[in-house]
């Protein structure tokens, strides 16, 4: 991945690019050259450029045109069929993907600490991009704010991208700020490299009996899953349509399901089965010094590696920060580095999640990380993000105790053209995939430039590659990924951050149990130990760590030498997910999502103004704590036999939470909370009435509807009544 601000960088003369290895060795996925490129690179680092950053006018008052110039070195466009003998579905697949910028703007006015995340417009006509670019518009989960766009090759292709005059709309008046030039505010534009993984059917799993550490299962088999929707899926148990975990053996810390057990995985749980953008790379020390340098002096502090012993990560303050004076602010650090193109270790949770936030993405799950590595395809038994069993580093038994000679260095370390150099024997071939660990790399002691394995004429397993050509998901570093081991990492309901430091409420990973682990490593052992560190753990399907995580130094933090991270982001976050049905009557189940159920709907008059209506609703993870929690808003339309217009059911309550004449029978303990006012009595929010966690099941839940209050019914109006609600999860304000 690349993000590079538009000002004159701190990594300064080392802003750069690298080079590496050339291995012999051919793709078996498609002859196509387009298809074939997203496993190669330029042999140097390869950051998108942002250039020329310059701001107009808009074309109305309160907007601003931010216009720039973006490039990078490598980039390309393919589509290609997987047969049915190899994704193990029906029929030929087509698929196709490209990789992308995702570009974002931070702003800072006058006086400000820190830096803002620039609203845009939300339609795609109001951005420009020069003739062969495609550009989306990434919109905030609820549809209302641009937080960036996605700028690609709008046609098959590979090779440089050079796009000039890329104009995006501001809306400057929403962020306070004043039109150009008369307030002068410091604008950077940032861009991440990404990977567009389209939505596609793929298995969890490689069912390997070799070596257990709790593998994705059918049921209590040891065969793989099939993934082939988004839906609520059932973990645990036995039967083959649940997904199943060999019963947790291997894993490090237990979790919550087996064969005798079974929790719900909610439909909002990223599955991967959708489509979504994955960061190309590992976020890169360069990357993560942009992202300090937009804070305040208040909060570096809390995500710095001040005091840290650092191998391989040269992040340091160039400028002190400055205290506050008489009457200003203070002044923040610039941080700085000498390695921008070498991916960040000593990323903690809260690290890891602040970047993502801030930079509009979210944290990728541990099933997006298995699609995210072999695609469609159907399993290899302990293989890696490249396709095959074998890994560069002279051994394949990883309980030999061995002290590697056979070994990568590097040739001109921390360069933008760092490559690696193999000595010795027991090389990459054309099945042994190349990564940096431990195994490999012991004498270079942490992760070396993202992407060195790719070069002009590499194949995926020359490149570490994935199916998808995203890179080093197999070594370098462990990968930061949501579980579904617990209730924690099962509340993830896929929101992405707003642009600012604050994390959605779903991204509480450490509530009950631990939510969160690596996968695609560790793949490094103590320096002192004779032993290489583990390759099992780099392997595709391998989740023994993946609800293990060191919580020293500061809550959460975890910093430990071998942790990175990438992000990724829902490819339709912000937009409609399905358009309305073409019947009215079409109940909000269809209309909405399958999650969350309304039945057994009926309507007793109750007295000559009012009736009673009763009905069941059950959603399958609902929760409640001491700060915050979910809830359901249920309203009605009724309408009058042999009337097609439909009416809205204004509510008659005494107060505000549980009114005279509402309730529930049997099942989870609700509240009923009936919104007053000018404008309220419109529906109700369904809540747990206590703190819990899990499937919500009421039923004979009862509301008072104030019939008079609807033009044309009466006590003696026969009426069809139907259901519509909308679920909203978070702190209920």
């Given at each position: 991945?690349?993000?590079?601000s538009?000002i004159?960088?701190?990594?300064?003369?080392?802003?750069a690019?690298?080079?590496?290895?050339?291995?012999?060795?051919?793709s078996?996925?498609?002859?196509?050259?387009?298809?074939?490129?997203?496993?190669?690179?330029t042999?140097?680092?390869?950051?998108?450029?942002?250039?020329?950053?310059?701001?107009?006018d808009?074309?109305?008052?309160g907007?601003?045109?931010?216009?720039?110039?973006?490039?990078?070195?490598?980039?390309?466009?393919?589509?290609w069929?997987?047969?049915?003998?190899?994704?193990?579905?029906?029929?030929?697949?087509k698929?196709?993907?490209?990789?992308a910028?995702?570009?974002?703007v931070k702003?800072r006015k006058?006086?400000?600490?820190?830096?803002?995340?620039?609203?845009?417009?939300?339609?795609?006509?109001?951005?420009?991009?020069?003739?062969?670019?495609?550009?989306?518009?990434?919109l905030?989960?609820?549809?209302?704010?641009?937080?960036?766009v996605?700028?690609y090759?709008?046609?098959?292709?590979?090779?440089?991208?050079?796009?000039?005059?890329?104009t995006?709309?501001?809306?400057?008046?929403?962020?306070?700020?004043?039109?150009?030039p008369?307030?002068?505010?410091?604008l950077?534009?940032?861009?991440?490299?990404?990977?567009?993984?389209p939505?596609?059917?793929?298995?969890?799993?490689?069912?390997?009996?070799?070596h257990?550490?709790?593998?994705?299962?059918?049921?209590?088999t040891?065969?793989?899953?099939?993934?082939?929707?988004?839906?609520?899926?059932?973990?645990?148990?036995t039967?083959?349509?649940?997904?199943?975990?060999?019963?947790?053996?291997?894993?490090?810390?237990?979790?919550?399901?087996?064969?005798?057990?079974?929790?719900?995985?909610?439909?909002?749980?990223p599955?991967?089965?959708?489509?979504?953008?994955?960061?190309?790379?590992?976020?890169?020390?360069?990357e993560?010094?942009?992202?300090?340098?937009?804070?305040?002096?208040d909060?570096?502090?809390?995500?710095?590696?001040?005091?840290m012993?650092?191998?391989?990560?040269g992040?340091?303050?160039a400028?002190?920060?400055?205290?506050?004076?008489?009457?200003?602010?203070?002044?923040?650090?610039?941080?700085?580095?000498d390695?921008?193109f070498?991916p960040?270790?000593y990323?903690?949770?809260?690290?890891?999640t602040?970047?993502?936030?801030?930079?509009?993405?979210?944290?990728m799950?541990?099933?997006?990380?298995?699609?995210?590595c072999?695609?469609?395809?159907?399993?290899?038994?302990?293989e890696y993000?490249?396709?095959?069993?074998?890994?560069?580093?002279?051994?394949?038994?990883?309980?030999?105790?061995?002290?590697?000679?056979d070994?990568?260095?590097?040739?001109?370390?921390?360069l933008?053209?760092e490559?690696?150099?193999?000595k010795?024997?027991?090389?990459?071939?054309?099945?042994?995939?190349?990564?940096?660990?431990?195994?490999s790399?012991?004498p270079i002691?942490?992760?070396?430039?993202?992407?060195?394995?790719?070069?002009?004429?590499s194949g995926?397993?020359?490149?570490?590659?994935?199916?998808?050509?995203?890179m080093?998901?197999?070594?370098?570093?462990?990968?930061?990924?949501?579980t579904v081991?617990?209730?924690?990492?099962?509340r993830?309901?896929?929101?992405?951050g707003?642009?600012?430091?604050?994390?959605?409420?779903?991204?509480?990973f450490?509530?009950?149990?631990?939510?969160?682990?690596?996968r695609?490593?560790?793949?490094?052992?103590?320096?002192?130990?004779?032993?290489?560190?583990n390759?099992?753990?780099?392997?595709?399907?391998?989740?023994?760590?993946v609800?293990?995580?060191?919580?020293?130094r500061?809550?959460?933090r975890?910093h430990?030498?071998?942790?990175g991270?990438r992000?990724?982001?829902?490819?339709?976050?912000?937009?409609?997910?399905?358009?309305?049905?073409s019947?009215?009557?079409?109940?909000?189940e269809?209309?909405?999502?399958d999650?969350?159920r309304?039945?057994?709907?009926?309507?007793v008059?109750?007295?000559?103004?009012?009736?009673?209506?009763r009905?069941?609703?059950?959603w399958?993870?609902?929760?409640?704590?001491a700060?915050?929690?979910?809830?359901?808003?249920?309203?009605?339309?009724?309408r009058?036999?042999?009337?097609g217009k439909?009416?809205?059911?204004?509510?008659?309550?005494d107060?505000?939470?549980?009114?005279?004449?509402?309730?529930?029978?049997?099942?989870t303990?609700?509240?009923?909370?009936?919104?007053?006012?000018?404008?309220?009595?419109?529906?109700?929010?369904?809540r747990?009435?206590?703190?819990?966690a899990?499937?919500?099941a009421?039923?004979?839940?009862?509301?008072?509807?104030?019939?008079?209050?609807?033009?044309?019914?009466t006590?003696?109006?026969?009426?069809?009544?139907?259901?519509?609600?909308v679920?909203r999860?978070?702190v209920?304000?």
């Amino acid at each position: 991945m690349s993000r590079l601000s538009s000002i004159s960088r701190l990594a300064g003369a080392g802003a750069a690019a690298m080079a590496t290895l050339v291995l012999v060795g051919t793709s078996a996925l498609s002859a196509d050259e387009n298809a074939e490129a997203r496993f190669r690179g330029t042999g140097k680092a390869d950051p998108i450029r942002v250039a020329n950053v310059r701001r107009s006018d808009g074309p109305v008052a309160g907007q601003s045109s931010l216009t720039f110039d973006l490039a990078w070195n490598h980039s390309w466009r393919a589509a290609w069929e997987a047969k049915s003998q190899q994704h193990g579905g029906t029929g030929t697949l087509k698929l196709e993907s490209w990789d992308a910028a995702w570009v974002f703007v931070k702003f800072r006015k006058p006086g400000a600490d820190g830096f803002s995340h620039a609203t845009l417009s939300t339609a795609k006509t109001d951005h420009k991009v020069p003739a062969g670019a495609a550009l989306d518009v990434g919109l905030s989960d609820d549809g209302g704010r641009g937080l960036g766009v996605f700028v690609y090759r709008n046609a098959a292709g590979h090779g440089p991208s050079s796009w000039k005059d890329v104009t995006l709309r501001w809306l400057h008046d929403a962020d306070g700020v004043g039109a150009a030039p008369g307030e002068a505010v410091e604008l950077r534009v940032f861009a991440i490299q990404m990977v567009y993984v389209p939505q596609c059917a793929f298995w969890l799993g490689d069912g390997s009996t070799n070596h257990v550490t709790g593998q994705f299962s059918t049921g209590d088999t040891t065969a793989p899953f099939r993934m082939e929707s988004e839906k609520t899926l059932t973990l645990g148990g036995t039967s083959r349509e649940n997904l199943g975990n060999r019963d947790g053996i291997g894993i490090r810390r237990p979790e919550d399901f087996g064969s005798a057990v079974t929790q719900t995985l909610p439909a909002r749980f990223p599955k991967g089965y959708g489509a979504y953008y994955c960061m190309k790379h590992e976020l890169t020390q360069g990357e993560y010094v942009d992202f300090l340098n937009t804070l305040s002096a208040d909060r570096q502090g809390d995500y710095s590696f001040a005091g840290m012993p650092q191998q391989r990560c040269g992040i340091r303050a160039a400028v002190p920060a400055k205290p506050p004076g008489s009457a200003k602010l203070a002044v923040p650090t610039v941080f700085e580095t000498d390695t921008p193109f070498v991916p960040c270790a000593y990323i903690g949770w809260t690290d890891a999640t602040a970047d993502a936030a801030w930079a509009g993405l979210r944290p990728m799950t541990e099933l997006e990380f298995e699609k995210s590595c072999r695609g469609p395809l159907k399993p290899v038994p302990d293989e890696y993000a490249w396709g095959t069993a074998q890994i560069v580093g002279g051994i394949d038994v990883p309980t030999v105790k061995y002290q590697p000679v056979d070994r990568y260095t590097l040739d001109r370390a921390g360069l933008p053209d760092e490559r690696a150099v193999w000595k010795g024997k027991y090389g990459p071939d054309a099945t042994h995939g190349n990564a940096i660990w431990d195994g490999s790399a012991r004498p270079i002691g942490g992760p070396a430039r993202a992407g060195i394995f790719a070069t002009p004429d590499s194949g995926q397993i020359a490149a570490g590659a994935s199916y998808w050509g995203i890179m080093e998901l197999s070594g370098s570093l462990a990968e930061n990924v949501v579980t579904v081991g617990c209730d924690a990492g099962r509340r993830f309901a896929g929101t992405h951050g707003d642009g600012t430091l604050s994390t959605p409420g779903d991204w509480r990973f450490w509530g009950e149990g631990v939510g969160f682990g690596t996968r695609g490593g560790p793949g490094w052992g103590k320096p002192s130990s004779g032993r290489t560190g583990n390759p099992l753990a780099l392997r595709t399907s391998h989740r023994k760590d993946v609800r293990f995580a060191f919580l020293n130094r500061h809550p959460l933090r975890g910093h430990q030498a071998y942790r990175g991270f990438r992000g990724v982001r829902t490819a339709s976050a912000g937009h409609e997910p399905v358009a309305p049905p073409s019947d009215e009557s079409a109940i909000a189940e269809s209309v909405f999502n399958d999650r969350l159920r309304i039945e057994n709907v009926t309507i007793v008059p109750r007295d000559a103004k009012t009736a009673t209506l009763r009905f069941d609703i059950a959603w399958d993870d609902s929760w409640r704590n001491a700060t915050n929690h979910d809830a359901a808003w249920v309203f009605f339309k009724v309408r009058a036999e042999g009337d097609g217009k439909w009416l809205h059911a204004r509510l008659a309550a005494d107060k505000v939470l549980s009114p005279t004449g509402y309730g529930h029978g049997q099942g989870t303990p609700v509240d009923l909370v009936v919104p007053r006012g000018d404008d309220g009595f419109t529906g109700m929010f369904v809540r747990r009435a206590a703190d819990g966690a899990g499937p919500l099941a009421a039923r004979g839940v009862t509301a008072v509807w104030d019939f008079a209050a609807n033009e044309g019914i009466t006590e003696d109006t026969e009426v069809n009544g139907t259901d519509f609600f909308v679920t909203r999860d978070g702190v209920l304000i």
